[in-house]
């Protein structure tokens, strides 16, 4: 039984092509105007009619050695090439890819290799592999053999796309894909030029962004379009932005279209580390790492986990300029939060030559990204800045002091950081009160009261033993465990370890001790206090008392005082006999099981 075609698929190709279309003319239209399914109805439909019960180059070397007619051999070439486009259309690159090779080494041995169709699809076969130089010789081969008008204007459009990705000179192209598409509009119906207009737009949003900053937007938008007008006004530098998200978007026929929507919408799958493209996973990179910096709704795991993606499979020669620019700022972004990192020290020093002055945006943006990295007259910056919303993000991150009321608050924190440890001559920060380790040039604090309380401790005595340690009750495994991210965060030099001794290493940083405030301690202010009171005077009895008895509530064991004061089990010990021989504890139980209660005032001891 024939496939089954759609009424509404009817009267569009009637409207569009005739009624006495050829049926292969018709699948090729629904193809290139990206109507997947139903090319390959009509194409099922062409093979049952003529009896092809197989497509394949095999097929077409059969009908040339018993010398079939010129017309039946050239439509199972035109159904085989259409085959080759749909395969790569559905995600079987590598079968498109194979076959069309296969094609052209026959037609090759034929010498006839001036079939328009082929040298078409051989130039898209490059593209979607983004080999743009070979793609352009296709496409240039290509457009020497169009005949009919369509032709001619859809090799004209890619090789605009291909000087495009090259960042070739490309105005007189413009300027005759511009003349091209006018005529065809005067004697096509709009419907036949629907993809074809999609690109066009999709290329005129691109350079109104990148030379002038501004998103382009139309009332109609729909395919890559539409991505591109939601890619750019999710940029929190972009004129015309705020674009609402809608909450479902229909991404078929938009090629990569559910990992774009992914991008777009800030999701993340585990297919995304391979079944992708790499011009399209630097799209997303360069999208997140601006979110991140402007309201951290896209979180730093994802942000790398998306840069291993890249690093894993990238080759910079065959990139175009716009994704080396977007991954070049992307990357120093990322260096600026953490020069540190061994995955941007790599690939940063081959990207940092690449330029272009036809995208003065990310050209602009670079030169806001190295003013902040150093040390910069603030005026001359201005006069460098071609744009009003970077000169103001650098006006921010120089002066400001309120994050929330920044475009990129999150850089304005790090660079008060950054600011901090110079200042203080301090090359490690440790919040004993939030268990929090910054150390200069880091994106983000680590939290750990173990590792606080080992780098407390090494501080104060220069050593400290296992035993002496809050958390030696547990494993051994723990300590080696807490001991071994101390040194991937601070280097391997920084601490040593022998038996059961931790002593400072060789390039011991300096180190600032705080005791700020917690969260939680804002709702009560006297627990704040006394928590203060007792990590600050640790050395006078007195106060330490007065904190423990506003903080602890009776009864209590050894760990709650080591876990208050951040102290090793000795000191604990020993804080408690004082304070149990002075009468101001009562105890109960024996070791591990000991309890220590308050006593009345009536019965301390003076």
């Not at 990310?362 to 150093?374: A, D, G, H, N, V």
């Not at 090359?427 to 880091?442: F, N, P, V, W, Y």
């Not at 080591?562 to 024996?590: E, H, N, V, Y």
Request: hydrophobic fraction near 40%.
């Amino acid at each position: 039984m024939a496939a089954q075609i759609s009424e509404g698929t009817r009267e569009y190709l009637a409207e569009v092509l005739g009624d006495d279309a050829d049926l292969l003319k018709q699948a090729w239209h629904l193809r290139i105007n990206q109507q997947v399914p139903e090319a390959m109805r009509i194409l099922a439909r062409v093979q049952i009619e003529r009896g092809w019960e197989q497509l394949s180059i095999d097929k077409i070397k059969s009908a040339s050695s018993l010398g079939a007619q010129r017309g039946e051999q050239e439509s199972l070439l035109s159904a085989l090439l259409l085959k080759a486009s749909i395969f790569r259309a559905t995600g079987q690159e590598h079968l498109s890819s194979t076959l069309l090779r296969r094609v052209y080494d026959f037609q090759r041995q034929e010498k006839e290799i001036s079939n328009f169709r082929l040298l078409f699809e051989l130039g898209l076969d490059a593209w979607s592999r983004e080999e743009f130089t070979s793609a352009l010789d296709w496409f240039l081969m290509a457009e020497a053999c169009a005949i009919g008008l369509f032709d001619q204007t859809i090799a004209a459009a890619n090789l605009l796309w291909c000087l495009e990705a090259l960042d070739l000179p490309r105005l007189t192209q413009e300027e005759q894909l511009a003349d091209k598409l006018k005529l065809l509009s005067n004697k096509f119906a709009p419907n036949y030029l629907a993809h074809l207009a999609e690109q066009w737009l999709a290329y005129q949003i691109r350079k109104s962004f990148y030379e002038d900053l501004v998103v382009l937007k139309s009332p109609a938008l729909s395919g890559q379009p539409e991505y591109l007008t939601f890619y750019f006004s999710s940029l929190p530098y972009a004129k015309n932005g705020s674009v609402k998200l809608p909450e479902k978007w229909n991404s078929a026929g938009l090629w990569q279209g559910s990992y774009r929507m992914r991008t777009i919408y800030g999701l993340w799958s585990p297919l995304d580390k391979k079944n992708v493209r790499v011009g399209d996973a630097i799209d997303r990179l360069y999208l997140w790492v601006w979110r991140w910096m402007h309201d951290q709704s896209i979180s730093l795991e994802k942000i790398y986990w998306t840069l291993d993606s890249i690093l894993e499979r990238i080759d910079l020669s065959e990139q175009s300029k716009e994704n080396l620019l977007l991954f070049r700022n992307a990357c120093s972004w990322l260096n600026v939060f953490n020069p540190k990192e061994p995955r941007l020290r790599t690939i940063l020093p081959k990207l940092q030559s690449i330029s272009s002055h036809r995208y003065q945006v990310l050209q602009s943006e670079l030169c806001l990204i190295l003013s902040l990295s150093e040390e910069s007259d603030s005026k001359e910056v201005s006069s460098m800045l071609g744009f009003d919303i970077f000169r103001k993000i650098y006006k921010e991150s120089v002066e400001s002091n309120n994050q929330k009321m920044c475009v990129l608050p999150e850089l304005v924190r790090h660079l008060n950081d950054c600011r901090s440890f110079k200042n203080e001559q301090a090359e490690i920060k440790i919040d004993l009160a939030l268990s929090k380790i910054t150390s200069q040039g880091s994106i983000k604090p680590v939290c750990s009261p173990r590792m606080c309380e080992i780098l407390q401790q090494l501080e104060t005595n220069l050593s400290v033993q296992f035993e002496d340690l809050s958390f030696s009750s547990d494993e051994k495994r723990s300590i080696y465990n807490t001991l071994a991210r101390l040194r991937k965060l601070l280097g391997p030099e920084v601490i040593k370890v022998r038996g059961g001794e931790i002593t400072r290493g060789s390039s011991w940083p300096r180190i600032q001790i705080l005791y700020s405030q917690h969260v939680s301690d804002k709702k009560d202010p006297a627990r704040a206090s006394a928590l203060a009171l007792g990590s600050t005077s640790l050395s006078k009895p007195h106060l330490q008392i007065k904190a423990a008895q506003a903080l602890l509530k009776t009864p209590f064991e050894r760990r709650d005082i080591q876990k208050i004061f951040r102290i090793s089990k000795a000191s604990a010990c020993r804080i408690l006999k004082d304070w149990t021989d002075s009468g101001q504890l009562t105890k109960s139980g024996k070791t591990k099981q000991s309890k220590y209660m308050w006593a009345n005032k009536g019965n301390r001891k003076k």
